[in-house]
Each structure stands twice: as structure tokens, then as C-alpha cells.
């Protein structure tokens, strides 16, 4: 004979309950549906067999947490251990479940058979909406506010602990990376329009956009422009000819005349476009260093803006990783895609994995070769990024010098390194420079270790009076005497 508990967890503690006669139940599933609204019919199906509530609300956190990972927790065990009898030859137990992840482990913790279909969710289902009167001394009030309390624990927690190392700052900062381009670009466009009334020549001699705003800074009116500027042009264009052609242009320039208050907003505002692009440059920086640290063999293998684009699209790292080689190629040509389905065309060759310099060197007829070779190597640093404990470049170099290697055999047929190799020398390389790491970690916790038995030594030593004048007394000995010899001196000097 077959008997069935089921586990519900809920926000203020673990229940189990004995569905009464198995056999019908699972037979009757219309019936079942039917009698989950009605509380006098449910109460016929489902016996409370115990309940076991948190002590705490972190403790409620913690078993919450390994719950929706699919661990069992200790509480949760003892629990089951006490409630459920064991199953013998007579007696077949088996344990109803919401998640098929923790039946699984508790099937291997506590050798109890587990199972999640059938009438079993039917029965939580009912469980769940009558669970407030099932329980003694529960009310829907109190479960309301449990419920509540631990939802905002548990997505406070969830928002702490970002499983994907801080991906999304990234994805935030080459969305703001990208936007800067655009706008650096529309004013400096503004500005050249703007100032060319003034002083037209400046376009032609000065054709860069971050130098031209700090020249037209500089110079303001140009027939104030004299020879005593002629250093301070010098350290902007760098080139002693570009900025005496800009004074000789000055000076027989076909520009209109210009008021103060003009030319004061257009100062302004060439400052502002010289603070955006000195911000951008700030951006690219931060932007690189957060690749170092959540994809650094990603970015190692195509650059940082490329594989920040990449993380963005997919939009996390995990995703990323997640994505078969052949999606990773077409990321971001998501349009051309679809229409050369529909029109029966051409698929593109590659998206955003274009941006990347293997591609640009590559021949025309080569060009989708390397972009899926590159595609199948930016999946794999991908990968390794995302599931290593302690990242480190040495994969992403040795993924680069095999696109290199590639190239070439493109170029000239010069046969690359076979993969396993290249992987086996990459992990020996890793195993040395993590073990490097580990060695300088374990440095740097001894010298902390050290200052602070040091400073507890000197307080505990100032404390009982053990140092004087910077000289340490290992034993109390040496002070006894001192006392000694001090009163001795007091009888002399009495004598």
C-alpha cells in the first residue's frame, strides 16, 4: 500500500500533510480540482501531519535560499527524518513536491522517494489557498505579513548578491559609452557649424572634433588672436606649422563679425563638449576595468567595448554563456536575419562580432569564416568567464593567438596548433598563475595577521604596565627590581 505525504514550504516554516486514501485520489483528479475551493471537501483529502516554524526571520532567509536552489537544508531534513516513517516492502512512502530540483535532492539525502506530477500540484494548489486554516493558531493575517516580510528579504537579498559578478554595471556603462559617441559627435558637429561664422578657415586646418572645441575655446575672437597664443595652440594641436597657420587664417579670415554675448555661449559650450568627451574617455577606462574583473578573457579575445556590446545584447554574462556558437556570430543582425528568411536570401555572416580587428583583416572571401571561428572562440572564453571561481587572461590570450594562428593559415597555409594542445598548455598556465595568486593573498593575510597580534601584544603590554619608554620587558622580574632599587634610593636620600 502506497501512502503520500506532501511538503509545502511556506514563508513561516515547513508543513507536511498525509493525503488520505492515495489510490483515489490520484484516480479522482477532476474531483480533486473541484474540492480545492471548498474547505469541508479539502479537509477529507489532506491531514496535517506536522509543522515546523522559523525561529527567525534570517533563518526563514537562509532555508528560502537553498530551497530555490534545490538544496536541502538541515531544518528541513531533521523535519522529514521526524514526520515521514521509512518505506518498506509493506508501506510504499513517497513524497509529493512543488520543485523536481529538491525532490531530487532530497531523494538523495534521505533515500525518499519523491514526485511533482500528477494530483500533486492539484493538492498544493489547495494547500497553498487554505493553509491559513489548516494550521492551528494561523490566521490569513499572519500569513500575509510573513509572506511579505520574507518577499522582501529574499529580493533584497537577490538584488546584493548579483550571481553574474556585476555584469549589468557593465551593460549600463557601454549603453551610456554609445550614447556619448552619438552626442560628442552631434555637437561637435553644432559647434564647427556655430563658430564657422566666426572664423571659417579653423574647419580645414583643425578637422578633429575634440581639438577644434579647445582651438575655438582658445581663441574666442580671432582678431584677438596674436603671436603671444601662439605656445598655448602649439600644446592643443601639437604641430608648430597647424598652429601658425591658424594665426596667418586669423588674420585674412571671410568670417562675420561676432558679439561678445555670442561668442561668451559659444565658449560655454564648446567647454561642455570638451567635459563630455573627457568624461568618455573616463567611461572607456571604468568600462575596461570592469571587463578585466567579470570577463577578462573575453575581453582579452575581442577588446572591451566588443565584448561589453556582446554581454549587453544577451543581456547578462550567463546568457551569454548560454548561447550556442552560431547565435553568438549573428548577435546583433537580428533584422537582416529575419528578412533573409523571408525573402529565402542571403544570412548575414556576422552582427556585432564585426566591430571586432580579426574581421577587418581578414580577406573577403574569408571574412564568415573567421567570423564563425571568432564566434566559436568568443562562446568558449565566454563559458570560462562565467563558471571559473578565479579569473584570469591566460585563456582569452591563448583563444587570440589561435584567431591569429587562423588568420595566417588563411594567409600563407601555414598549419595552427590543434585545440587540445593549445587547452592543455593554457591550463597548466592558469594552474601556476592561480597558484601565484593564491600564494600572494595568503602574503598579504599573514602581514595583517602579524600588525594586529603586534597592536593586541603593545596594548595588552601598555596595560599591565610591561612598556616604558619604548622598551619592551619580556618578564615581570626586571620590574621588581626596578621597584626595589627605587625604594632604596628613598632611604638614602632620607639618610
Not at 513517497?94 to 538523495?108: N, Q
Not at 597647424?242 to 561678445?260: E, F, R
Amino acid at each position: 500500500m502506497s501512502k503520500l505525504f506532501i511538503l509545502f514550504e511556506h514563508a513561516a516554516g515547513y508543513a507536511i500533510f498525509y493525503v488520505k486514501e492515495f489510490e483515489e485520489v490520484g484516480m479522482l483528479l477532476p474531483q480533486v480540482e473541484a474540492s480545492v475551493t471548498d474547505l469541508s471537501r479539502f479537509n477529507s483529502v489532506v491531514k496535517l501531519v506536522g509543522f515546523s516554524p522559523f525561529k527567525t526571520a534570517l533563518a526563514a532567509l537562509e532555508n528560502i535560499n537553498s530551497i530555490s536552489e534545490g538544496i536541502v537544508p538541515e531544518d528541513l531534513q531533521l523535519f522529514i527524518d521526524s514526520c515521514i516513517p521509512k518505506s518498506g516492502k509493506k508501506n510504499n512512502v513517497v513524497l509529493g513536491v512543488a520543485d523536481p530540483k529538491l525532490g531530487a535532492s532530497i531523494t538523495e539525502a534521505l533515500d525518499i522517494k519523491c514526485d511533482h506530477i500528477g494530483a500533486i500540484p492539484e493538492i498544493i494548489r489547495g494547500i497553498r489557498f487554505h493553509f491559513h486554516n489548516l494550521v492551528k493558531g494561523f490566521t490569513a493575517k499572519t500569513s500575509g505579513i510573513a509572506q511579505l516580510g520574507l518577499g522582501h528579504s529574499y529580493s533584497r537579498a537577490k538584488v546584493k548578491f548579483n550571481v553574474n559578478r556585476v555584469d549589468n554595471m557593465i551593460i549600463q556603462s557601454i549603453a551610456l559609452l554609445d550614447q556619448l559617441d552619438k552626442d560628442v559627435n552631434t555637437f561637435s558637429m553644432r559647434i564647427r557649424e556655430w563658430y564657422s561664422y566666426h572664423f571659417p578657415e579653423l574647419v580645414k586646418i583643425v578637422p578633429e572634433n575634440y581639438m577644434y572645441a579647445k582651438v575655438a575655446k582658445l581663441i574666442k575672437n580671432r582678431k584677438d588672436l596674436t603671436n603671444e597664443k601662439l605656445e598655448a595652440l602649439e600644446e592643443i594641436v601639437m604641430d608648430n606649422a597647424k598652429a601658425q597657420a591658424i594665426i596667418d587664417a586669423s588674420k585674412s579670415s571671410m568670417g562675420m563679425d561676432i558679439s561678445p554675448v555670442d561668442l561668451l555661449n559659444i565658449e560655454m559650450f564648446a567647454a561642455r563638449v570638451i567635459a563630455l568627451a573627457d568624461y568618455r574617455k573616463q567611461l572607456a577606462e571604468y568600462l575596461s576595468s570592469k571587463m578585466t574583473g567579470v570577463a577578462p578573457n573575453l575581453a582579452t579575445l575581442i577588446g572591451d567595448q566588443v565584448g561589453a556590446r556582446l554581454i549587453a545584447h544577451a543581456g547578462s554574462l550567463t546568457n551569454l554563456a548560454k548561447y550556442p556558437a552560431s547565435t553568438v556570430q549573428i548577435l546583433g543582425a537580428e533584422k537582416a536575419l529575419f528578412r533573409a528568411l523571408k525573402t529565402r536570401g542571403n544570412t548575414p555572416k556576422y552582427g556585432l562580432l564585426f566591430h571586432s580587428t580579426f574581421i577587418g583583416r581578414a580577406g573577403t572571401k574569408n571574412k564568415g569564416r573567421i567570423s564563425r571561428y571568432l564566434a566559436n572562440k568568443c562562446s568558449i572564453a565566454s563559458r570560462i568567464d562565467c563558471f571559473t571561481d578565479t579569473p584570469t587572461k591566460v585563456f582569452g590570450e591563448k583563444l587570440r593567438q589561435q584567431v591569429e594562428d587562423r588568420l595566417k593559415f588563411y594567409e600563407t597555409g601555414e598549419v595552427p596548433k590543434k585545440n587540445i594542445d593549445v587547452m592543455k598548455e593554457a591550463l597548466e598556465e592558469a594552474a601556476q598563475v592561480i597558484a601565484s595568486m593564491e600564494q600572494e593573498s595568503s602574503k598579504k593575510k599573514k602581514k595583517k595577521k602579524d600588525k594586529k597580534r603586534k597592536s593586541e601584544v603593545l596594548e595588552n603590554e601598555k596595560e599591565n604596565g610591561f612598556v616604558e619608554n619604548g622598551v619592551q620587558e619580556e618578564t615581570e622580574e626586571p620590574v621588581k627590581k626596578k621597584k626595589k632599587k627605587k625604594k632604596s634610593k628613598s632611604i638614602n636620600e632620607n639618610e
